[in-house]
């Protein structure tokens, strides 16, 4: 029924595409309410930039992939706001119990006001990006290149001469809501009696992501290919992590996340022409997922998605997220889209930022 579902959706989505006025870009910078943007293969050159980039936005945004997020577009999307039930998507602070990365611990001190006796404050110290995060475009360069989003430096970002290019308080001063969509990627290979390791390099290729759509009812081509991906979108994808972690114990979970940096091995998606072309031409606003690094890690070959999609198209990728009670949810209503708010921290100068989510279906 699902599929025959989809099918009827992706002829219905293409009969509106027929009769909607399409509008895609002209000038620089693009008009974010277009409904069609260029593929990856007819992006133009940009001088002075990595190949690949996408700076259409204007010489000063720091926005990147966010200026999808029009007015019309998350109006449209709180349309996805049926039911009003609320589910958060924050790890606990102290999640994982020992970060990933050799990234500093979460310590939290209560301290009393006055005599004590009458009110408290505390303070937290945290690695902004030791639990569930987003990843700003300060956080990886374009390798080749040493540039970040946008033709952000390193004497952008520190010393002397640092500035507020390519902060997170950018994404801040904007926000993040609009439609999200799910792939339950664990489910659906536990369904198929594929099992893996994701404190290991397990990959999860395209057309595992395109079988798991399919699974789900959904084809995720971009709308104006005749899929359910709408330009916009915000992309989550459940790896299996958060469900692997909860089974261990903190010593087996330590031991894990304290290897050498370059033995730190993690599953995620695969880097592939075959995912950047999608991750690239749905026009997704972010993507995140629950796994440690959101693609498979380390990386292998020439494509590394955290440059693609932070420094080549600002597009910000979120990790560590619980995904667990959406995903149960959504499977309840066989409904993977929803109404998703996050609101990154208002730091000028940030790298990172924990978010502040919640999926409302």
Known sequence: MASKDSSVQARLNQVISFLSPKRKPQTIPWDPDCTEFPARKEIPELPNAPPGAAWFWGKDDFLGRINLLTPARVKHASSEIRLGEMIPLNLPLDVPSYPAF???????EIM????????FDDT?????QSGSQWDGFRHVAHFGTKTWYNNTKFEDILGPNSNLK????????HGICGRAILLDYWSYAQKKGKWYDCFDRHTIPFEELQACGKDQGLDIRPESQGGNVKVGDILLVRSGWTSQYEKLSPEAWKKHASRDM????????EASEKTVDWLHDCYFSAVAG????????????????????LALWGCPIGEFWDLEKLSKRCRELNRWTFFL????????GGVGSHINAIAIL
């Open 262 to 269: 370059e033995q730190q091995r993690w599953g995620g998606l």
């Open 102 to 108: 050799h990234r500093a611990e979460f310590k939290q």
């Open 290 to 309: 629950d796994a440690p690094s959101f693609e498979a890690w380390p990386p292998e070959g020439d494509i590394v998605l955290h440059c693609s999609l």
């Open 124 to 128: 937290y110290t945290l690695n902004t």
């Open 166 to 173: 390519a902060s997170i308080h950018y994404l801040s001063e």
């Open 341 to 348: 708010s996050s609101s990154p921290a208002n730091c000028k």
């Open 112 to 119: 009393p006001i006055g005599s004590g006796d009458l009110a």
